[in-house]
């Protein structure tokens, strides 16, 4: 997840998306989901919401302190978001499967694979990741740290049916 765009996200149509989807269970969630898009640009958020179409992508990566930054909670086991495209247009829900805390280099390589990004190795995936953060933190008044606390998500896409499962 980004929260480095501006924030143009259609949050009226992305919670239309999850009510539409909600209905469909027999107790629907009480919680707001966030509403996101991957990626800190229209182009990557399209490319990664790709793969997630596509049933490359499950899992993402994201710095603690962007979410302690934007007063987001951290994501939980079993809670749900939106993500949407690099134009802001809902995509799909996703729900958290499997979450843990710690530095960049403490991927493994299932993490890697499951990101689906580039080749999909773990040495590709810390060399982009390193990358991209140490790209995306000064614009928020902060410095990359090899120790930085990652974020490591997995999920499942619960919603359009036919891009679910």
Request: aromatic residues 8%.
């Amino acid at each position: 997840m980004a929260t480095d765009q501006p924030d143009d996200l259609d949050r009226t149509a992305a919670i239309a998306m999850y009510r539409e989807y909600a209905a469909t269970l027999p107790a629907p969630p009480l919680e707001e989901p966030a509403v996101e898009r991957f990626g800190d640009s229209a182009p990557l958020a399209d490319e990664l919401i790709g793969l997630v179409l596509a049933g490359t992508k499950r899992a993402t990566a994201a710095l603690v302190v962007d979410f302690l930054d934007d007063n987001q909670p951290l994501p939980r086991i079993g809670g749900h978001w939106i993500a949407c495209d690099g134009s802001g247009a809902p995509r799909c829900v996703l729900r958290t499967t499997e979450l843990r805390l710690g530095p960049l280099h403490s991927v493994d390589d299932a993490f890697a694979w499951d990101e689906g990004e580039d080749d999909r190795t773990r040495d590709s995936w810390l060399r982009e990741h390193e990358r991209y953060f140490r790209r995306t933190l000064p614009p928020r008044g902060r410095t990359w740290a090899d120790d930085v606390e990652v974020v490591f998500e997995r999920f499942r896409v619960v919603w359009p049916p036919e891009v679910a499962g």
